[in-house]
């Protein structure tokens, strides 16, 4: 009788280390998508010529992501009181399938956009995301290639 109350103890103590360890992992396997994403620059190539923007210097672009859905917003930085007035927002769901990311583009200021689906491969370094991917527009006369480059944004 000595032996097995020390003998429960134990065990007791034990199964309460592996129900930690457990929730540790959990915590740890959400993917490292999710989060909030500053635009740094974004580079367009459509019928041969290449456009880079910049998104560091006049307008700010977040998109956000959590486990289901995506949104993004971009804005000038001088609250719309020249000629680079600009707003534009969107958002919807998601599916993430090993580095191949689709974005169901449910929400959007420009509402040609809306109902199209874009597929971006992806790649995550650190806290550096970057999508490539082609977007095809119809009713808007969109079909480009579409590389973005963000940084996660820190708490």
Partial sequence: MKIII??????????????????????????????????????????????????????????????????????DLNQGKDSMAVFSAGGGSYTLVDSTYTEQLDYCSARDWERNAFTFAISIKNDTLVQYGVE????????????????RVKK
Wanted: charged content about 20%; proline content about 3%.
């Fill in 6 to 75: 020390p003998c429960l103890f134990l065990c007791v103590i034990l199964m309460s280390c592996v129900a930690e360890t457990t929730d540790n992992s959990k915590k740890s396997s959400s993917p490292p998508l999710i989060g909030t994403w500053k635009l740094l620059t974004g580079t367009l190539i459509e019928k041969g010529d290449t456009a880079v923007t910049d998104y560091t210097q006049n307008t700010s672009f977040i998109k956000i992501i959590n486990d289901s859905h995506f949104a993004f917003l971009h804005h």
């Fill in 136 to 151: 095809k527009v119809a009713g808007a006369g969109v079909d480009r290639i579409n590389i973005e480059k963000y940084v």
